[in-house]
């Protein structure tokens, strides 16, 4: 979450609080602290799918990486088997399909795709120098099993990517809220210092200030310098 909406939220969350133990007579300043205290839901809704959005979506990056070891692992095993059976069977290309080291996800899919399909066909001529169904069905199940993390992965980042663009737009509207209730308040306690005082509080978001930026230090000239001078 940004950190700029945190503080909106944290503000909002004080304020929600305030109108809640100084509730009003008034339905429209009660409609208004409604309001807040909905969008103050939505907000804490979309705020729980991006951080579970951003946890899976690092669990299948870390799923992924282990999987394209596996299967960086089987393309190499079963490349040196067709390598070696080339020497009699010259027709043989599985091994010429080797993908270049840091390839692409789409690249070593695709080459490993073409790979174990063209061993699959050829596994008779491939048998006598190690190649076994179990290599090949571990390596195609490796490939499968990729494509369903890359998949979770993208639909993770699609989810978390939504929820902080509504998160955005929520945290917008409880500013607006806010302020209504601010001019509603302002008319409630103007008689009352001390509720006053508490409400500016309440409503008041802790910006981060920066450090402030002052003029640049004169560099005292060099001795040379200053009696030239």
Known sequence: MHSLIRLKLDMAGRAAEFCRNHPDDNPATAQVATRLTELIDR???????????????????????????????????????????????????????LPR??????????????????ATAIKEQLAPYGLNDGLLETLAADIDAYNVELGRQRTAITAQVGAGADLKAVSTDIMAVVKNLDALHRVRFRNDRELRAAWKSARNVAWQLREPVGPATPTTPAPDQASAA
């Open 43 to 97: 907000a804490e809704t979309l705020a729980r799918q991006q951080r579970s959005s951003l946890t899976v979506a690092s669990a299948a990056v870390n799923a992924k990486a282990e999987l394209r070891l596996a299967i960086e692992n089987g393309l190499a095993a079963l490349f040196g088997i067709a390598r070696v059976a080339s020497v009699a069977h010259p027709d043989i290309a599985v091994h010429r399909r």
């Open 101 to 118: 080291a840091h390839a692409n996800e789409v690249t070593l899919l695709t080459s490993a795709r073409v790979a174990v399909a063209e």
